[in-house]
Structure formats: C-alpha cells, structure tokens
C-alpha cells in the first residue's frame, strides 16, 4: 500500500478534527476533536514506522521508535483528558453551561 | 484487489464517515459513539499494518477507557440533549472553508515530496509485536517510560484537585 | 635648588591651589583667611616670577616637559612649559599687578557675603592661573586650554553679580565674542597640526619648517590667528564685549579687561611674531584694523557719561594701539605697550572702583565732580594715571605710545596722522573724565556727599605702587633717538625678536624726524589737556547731545547694527525652527507614530475577543498561510 494513501487518509482525519474544533461550541466535542486529530497523527506515524521499516529495511528493531512515540502520545492523551474532563466539570459546576465562548471570562 | 486493500477502504470509508458523524452529530452522545468507531476503524488500520500491540492499546486505552470517562461526564451533566446554540453562522462556515482549505493544501503539498511512492509494509513485520516494542520500551525508552508514571500519578492529582468541591 | 626654572611650575600650580582652597573652603574659611590665602599664592607666585626673570635676563631660557599630553599616532603634545624673555614679561605683570588687583579686591568685595567672597577669590585665582597657562605653555595646545580658560574665568567673573539680567547677558555677550575668536584660533591650529604635525613653538618657529608653508597657508593661518586674537583682545568686528564686561566688580575689569586677558591676542602673535612677519598682508590687515579699532573706540569714548565706559572704551582704543604696532611690523613697541598700559589702566581702573566705592556704587560721572576734596589719593594717583596714558612726555605712555606712533610712520605716514588724531582724542576724553569727576563742584545728593572718604589703606596702596609704576615704567624703553642703547626692554627681548627684524623691510628714519614726531605729538597732546581740562573743570557737558554727539554716545550704533544683522536673524531662523520645524514636522513624526501605535493597538484589540473559536480560527488561517508560503511560494 503506497505511503500517500495513509498520509491522505491521516489527513482528512485531522482536518475534520480542525473542522470540528472551528465550529462546534460544546467543549466535550472540541475536546473529541482534539482526541480525533490527535488519533489522526498517531496513524500516520504508524505508518511512516511501517514504511520506514522497508526503506531502511536493515535491523529487526528500525521503525520501533516510530510506535513507541505513539505509545507515549497516548499515555499524554490520557492524562490530558483526565485533566481537560475535570476542568470541564468544573466549568459546568460553576457556569452551568459548557458553551467554550463562556470561556472568554478569562480574559477579564 | 486482494483482501488487504479491501479492507483498507473498507475501514478508510468507515474511519472517515464515522469522523464526519463526530463534528456534525447534534447529540453529543452520537459523537461519541461516532469517534469510538472511529477509533476501532484506526486500530484496525493498525492491525493491518501488523501493529498489534498499538492496535490492543488504542482499544482499550482509547475506546475503552477514555471514550468511557467521555460518556460519564455527559451523563453526569445530563447533556444528552442538543444545548447547543448556533450565534454565529458566519463563524462555523468560515470554520469549514478553512479546515478545508488546510485539508487542500497539505494534500497539494503532498503531491510535491519525494516518499509518496514509498510502500508501507502491510500484515508482515514484527516491530509492531509486544515482544519487540516491550524490550525497546525497557531497554532504550525505559527513563520515558518512568517519568511517564509521574506524569500520571500529577495528572490524577490534578484531576482530583481541579474537581474537588470547595 | 639648582636653578629657580626647575620650579617654574610652581607659578601656575599656585594660584591654582589658592583656587580650590578659596573655592572649596568658602562656607567655613573667614573672610580674612580668604583674602590671605587668595593674595598670598599670587605673591609667591610673582616672587618665583621674578626670580624666574633675573634667570632669563641672565640669558637662561628654559622649556620643561612634565608629561606627556596628547599621544596619538604621530602626533606628541607634550604638557610642556617655556620661559624665555617673552613669557618673563608677561609673568611679571600678570602675577605683580595681579598681586595688587588682590589686594585692592580684599577691601573692594568687602561686603559681599562670605560664600560669595570665597567665590570671587577662587574665581581670580583660576584666572591667573588660566593665564600663566596661557603665556608659559610651550606650543598651542597649553596655551589654548589657559586661552579658554580665561574665557571661562571672565565669562564667571562678569556674570558675577548675575542675579540681575543684563549683567548675566553681558557675561554671556563676552563669553559667545570670544568663542567666536576661538573657533578661528582653533581652525588655525588644526591646520598647523595638519601641516607640520606639531604643535610646539620652538619646532614650528624656525625658518626650515615655516618654509614649509605656501605665502598663500601662511597667509590664511595667520588671519585664522588674528581673528582669534581679535576675539580675545577686542578688535573690531569683535570688542563689543569689552566695554559690557564692565559689569563685572571693579578690580575685575582692572584685572581681566585692562591687564591681562586682552593682552593674550597681542601675546599670541608676538609668540608667533616670525609667522606673522612672513605673511606681509596679515599683517596690513592687523595695522588696518588696528587703527580702525583705535579710532572707532576713541570717538565712542568721547561721549560716555559712564566712567567705567570710558575707561573700557579707551582699553578697546589702547589695544587698537598694539595691534598697530604689530601691523607695522614694531613688536617691542607692542611690548612695552602692553606692559605701560598694564600699570596706568589698571590702576585708572582701580582708582575708578575707588570712585564708584566713595559714591556708594554710582557710575555715572555727571553726578560726580568735584572729588579731588574728599578723595586726595585717588586724586592724585588718578590724575597720574591719566597723565600717563595721555602720553605727557616724561610719563610711560609718552615712551610706549611714541614708538608706536614711531613705528607706524614707518610703515605709512597716513598710520601715523591717524594714530595721532586717535592720541589726542585720548588726551581728551581721559582729561574730560578727570575734569568731570574730581574737579568744578559736587552734583550728587547730599547723602552721597556724606558718605564720600577716602578709600582703606588696601586700596589705596595698590594705588600708589601703580602710580609709581605709570610714572617711572617707561624708562625701561627710552628710545634710542635719546639716549643711545637705552631702550633695555627691547634689549631682553631682542632674542625673541631677531629672526623677525631680519625679515622685515628695515625703515629706519632718522634722529632728527623721531624728535620732530614726538615733539609735535608732544606739544599737541599737552594743548589738548590744557583744552579739556579748562573745558570742564568749569562747566562739565551735563545737557543731552545731539547729531554727531548722539551717534558717539550711542557707541555708533554698532550694538543695534549687530543686533538685526546677525542676533535678529539667529533669533528668527530659531523661532522658525522652534515653532515650525519641531512642534510642526520633528512633534508630527514622534506624535504620529505614537498616535499610528495607539490607533492601530485600538483596531487590532477587537482580534483579542476573548472568544477560543476565533483564535483557533486565527491559527489554522495562520497555518494555512506558512503552508502555502513554504510550498508553492519558496521555489
């Protein structure tokens, strides 16, 4: 399988997260937009870790760290939305709405 | 068309509609049931390419775990009805063209690189397997992998703290 | 000690000691301690000098490194002093008159609060030093910093009392004169460095490196020079702030405006008497405005109803004389010249300041008259002084102004009517000054008339010693028409002169035409007294002056001719700048920029909405922007 149809694939994924992030006002959603972009990368250095490991070819272990980055993205991720949810309850707690344009109170 | 390419499509077709489902589903309960079909189509993209081992974590990590806590805060907040208020047209329009127009651009950027023509290895290869990432992981990366463990233990605190009642 | 000239150091340094002592000690030293501190290092420094004089007058000249000053490149100034017979002179009469002016000033400021007391001597002292700098530096740079230094000290010293305007401004008149004159002396030095690339006097003043110069270079130096000169000594278009100065305390006019500081023109082109000699037009121009300066000052003296106006006019006039005498190629003549007119002007104006001082301040001599009553010292000293500078034949300024004249008759016998038309103008305004104030009968108030008394023996001993000296000062000059061999001063400074005699054009007139000069000058010089004196002794010009009378006293309009020639377009050309140029176009910049900020940061505010969506927005456009920039664009 070419490399671009991954690339392509990866890409349509992330702009529809792009997408997402710029129009909807729920912060749960902007925040699964922001899972599904995040998602999107992963894919693509999977990829690129597969197909380095045919263009370099040499070792057992060439294009491991390409997955092992994506490991590490995860774990990130999962404390990023333990964190981000928690921030959300207490949006909600406080605001009773969790519309993101609630959030320029922050500038003031 | 054998039956790796098959289902290559099959799952492109399903990651992306499913994708598509998150941004535009009214009910954000049907965005998350959308992304975590999305995220099973990406891990079995992941299989595909002999992944297995960021095939079995995506699963449980993401769709299990963190899809689940999703869907727990929307239930707590009882936000399973469509709340949300549409001010401004303008904006979600502008928003569109210009998500596509990355979209366009980084796929005309495509075209010009060099590794387009490069082949990803499908279904064979063991870099992917538990055996070979497990002895990277705590050979070369073992000093990530700990810190990795405080990064957790921080962000529990922090989840605990932030969502603590005063 | 071996020889006095390893310390001549020590004549500068002095005063300059007395300077901080007196200026930084002025709160706590008494008035007593200051006056002490402040005449006594000049009366060291005047003791050193003579000693230091009988050394050169026994034919030891002497030029001391002490450091090196200015190294840079190929150019070595040293801090380098040097006495020979010229600079001898000039120490005496700077630290011996100086020493007296002290003196006199110990009971003259009297009454000035201590501070300022402490001040003024602190102030004298650093202008005695300034000018031991100036005559005992051995090449231009020494000299020029003791030349600006005076320009400091007499711009501090007018403006003494300058809680009141005009006498601030009058201070400020000198000090932009004078700057004026610098700027001229100082092209002329970087164009001797640029040439000969030293600036020491013994290096440039030999025939091997002046003959290095075009007639054209040294033509242009020395006009450089002169103008410098003329800003210092009050020549024309320069001396308007001569007369000015007088605002200045008494014994500072005396000092500074008579003795001293405007001598340093005349100083300068004697030390460069050999440069001068080989430029024949510079010094035609010197000779022109020399008499020219003789002239214009003398008439303007004519019609001054202030005493000290008279006497600044008649310096002004005096100068003009020695520029003269320069002009026509008689440098001892300006010499000794210099050195009679030290003695009789500082003392007529020291026994003016004794005048002023009995008058409780009053300066206008029509409310004077009739003084020789209550004052007989300063009468007599005074009436010496003015015998003196009228040229009465026996007095000093009959020697010095004869050679002068003497001179100039050989250079042209128009130099010559001219000069004698300007001697017997100052035989009569000195005697319309004398006759006005001491003769006929008292015109003051009553009060005044009370208050009149003989000035305090610290005053009137200066007097006395300076009357001596106008009376017997010039027979150190006895022309040689007299007695053969006589003229000693000329003698001294032969050294210093030689080279220059050799190269001028030798008009020796004869014995019989010198005696026929000096007796027509004599014999009218004397009538022109016994005129003036008769005149207004009895019936002193009180009433207004008309026609010519008026343009005199009004100093032929040259202040106001000056003020719309160059002050009024100045002031014009600055408002014009002011209100124009900097709050129209230089604000405009500055306030449009700022106002270009300000407007913009308002407009650019509404993009900081606080709403995420938007800046996302922002970023992803962003991205967008760097994407096709770095693809498609960069190729």
Request: with cysteine; proline share 2%.
């Amino acid at each position: 399988m070419p490399i671009n149809y991954y690339i392509t694939l990866a890409l349509c994924l992330f702009s529809i997260g792009v997408v997402g992030v710029l129009t909807r006002r729920n912060a749960i959603i902007v925040f699964m937009c922001i899972e599904l972009m995040l998602n999107a990368v992963n894919l693509l250095l999977v990829a690129f870790s597969k197909m380095h490991h045919i263009a370099k070819g040499a070792t057992a272990v060439t294009g491991t760290d390409g997955q092992l980055f994506v490991f590490f993205i995860m774990v990130v991720a999962a404390a990023e939305v333990s964190v981000g949810l928690a921030i959300i309850v207490m949006m909600y707690r406080n605001v009773h709405s969790i519309n993101i344009n609630f959030l320029n109170r922050l500038k003031h | 068309m054998d039956i790796t390419q098959v289902l290559f499509w099959v799952l492109t077709v399903i990651a992306i509609g499913s994708a598509l489902m998150v941004v535009t589903a009214r009910n954000p309960v049907y965005s998350v049931l959308g992304l975590i079909v999305t995220f099973f189509a990406i891990s079995g993209h992941y299989i595909l390419m002999n992944a297995q081992f960021l095939a079995i974590v995506n699963i449980i990590v993401y769709a299990g775990a963190i899809m689940v806590l999703f869907l727990f805060v929307i239930m707590l907040m009882n936000l399973s009805k469509s709340t949300e208020t549409l001010k401004n047209k303008w904006l979600q329009i502008v928003g569109a063209i210009a998500g596509g127009c990355l979209f366009l651009v980084l796929v005309a950027a495509l075209k010009n690189t060099e590794v387009k023509k490069d082949l990803v290895e499908m279904g064979t290869g063991n870099i992917g397997l538990v055996k070979e990432l497990g002895r990277e992981l705590f050979t070369t990366f073992v000093i990530p992998f700990e810190i990795a463990s405080v990064l957790f233990l921080s962000a529990m605190v922090g989840a605990v703290v932030i969502g603590k009642k005063e | 000690m071996k020889n006095v000239l390893d310390i001549v150091y020590l004549i500068p340094l002095l005063p300059l000691i007395g300077c901080l002592i007196n200026g930084l000690g002025r709160k706590s030293l008494s008035k007593g301690a200051v006056g002490v501190i402040g005449s006594g290092v000049i009366l060291v420094s005047f003791l050193i000098s003579l000693w230091a004089f009988f050394q050169v007058h026994a034919g030891n000249t002497h030029t001391t490194e002490y450091f090196p000053f200015i190294n840079v490149g190929n150019l070595k100034i040293p801090f380098a002093f040097r006495i020979d017979q010229l600079s001898a002179i000039w120490l005496l009469i700077i630290t011996g008159v100086g020493f007296l002016i002290h003196v006199y000033s110990t009971a003259y400021m009297h009454d000035e609060e201590s501070g300022q007391y402490g001040k003024y001597f602190a102030y004298l002292n650093l202008f005695v030093f300034s000018m031991l700098l100036l005559v005992m530096g051995a090449n231009f740079v020494i000299m020029f910093i003791g030349w600006e230094g005076v320009g400091l000290c007499s711009y501090l010293l007018i403006g003494f009392w300058f809680k009141r305007d005009e006498y601030a401004r009058a201070a400020n008149k000198a000090f932009i004169m004078n700057r004026i004159g610098d700027l001229a002396f100082l092209i002329a030095l970087f164009m001797l460095i640029n040439k000969v690339g030293t600036t020491t006097f013994s290096d440039i003043f030999t025939s091997s490196t002046l003959a290095k110069f075009s007639t054209k270079e040294l033509t242009t130096i020395t006009l450089l020079l002169f103008v410098g000169a003329t800003g210092k000594s009050a020549q024309i278009p320069l001396y308007t702030w001569l007369p000015d100065a007088m605002a200045g305390p008494t014994p500072v006019s005396a000092l500074i405006h008579a003795a001293t500081m405007v001598t340093a023109g005349i100083y300068m082109i004697a030390r460069c008497n050999l440069m001068f000699s080989m430029a024949p037009q510079t010094l035609n121009v010197i000779a022109i405005i020399g008499i020219a300066t003789a002239l214009l000052a003398a008439s303007i003296a004519l019609k001054q109803n202030d005493i000290k106006k008279v006497l600044a006019y008649s310096t002004v006039s005096q100068l003009g004389y020695m520029f003269l005498a320069i002009g026509s190629g008689a440098y001892v003549a300006a010499v000794f010249h210099v050195m009679t007119h030290a003695f009789f002007k500082a003392l007529l104006f020291l026994g003016s300041g004794s005048v002023i001082h009995a008058m409780g301040g009053e300066q206008d001599m029509r409310k004077m008259g009739g003084l020789s009553k209550y004052m007989k010292i300063t009468n007599i000293t005074f009436l010496l002084g003015c015998l003196a500078i009228a040229g009465i034949p026996g007095f000093s300024g009959f020697f010095s102004k004869d050679e002068i004249l003497a001179g100039a008759f050989a250079k042209s016998p128009l130099l010559y009517a001219l000069g004698l038309i300007g001697a017997l103008m100052t035989a009569f305004y000195m005697f319309r000054l004398y006759a006005t104030t001491f003769k006929g009968s008292f015109r003051g108030t009553h009060e005044q008339e009370h208050h009149l008394h003989e000035s305090p023996a610290a005053i009137t001993i200066p007097l006395i010693i300076l009357a001596i000296l106008s009376v017997v000062g010039g027979f150190i000059g006895i022309p040689e028409f007299m007695v053969q061999g006589a003229h000693s001063l000329a003698n001294f400074l032969d050294p210093v002169f030689k080279d220059s005699y050799a190269l001028l054009p030798a008009h020796e007139a004869s014995h019989s035409t010198e005696w026929m000069l000096a007796g027509i000058s004599s014999v009218l010089v004397i009538g022109v007294v016994a005129f003036a004196w008769n005149k207004f002794s009895k019936k002193p010009d009180l009433q207004e002056t008309t026609g010519l009378g008026k343009v005199l006293e009004n100093k032929w309009y040259v202040d106001e001719l000056y003020d719309t020639v160059i002050v009024k377009p100045i002031n014009a050309l600055g408002s014009f700048l002011n209100n124009v140029f900097d709050k129209k176009i230089v604000d405009g910049i500055v306030n449009g920029v700022g106002r270009l900020v300000s407007y913009g940061s308002r407009q650019l505010r509404w993009l900081q909405s606080g709403q995420t969506g938007a800046y996302i927005l922002m970023m992803v456009l962003g991205m967008v922007l760097i994407f096709v920039v770095q693809f498609f664009l960069r190729k």
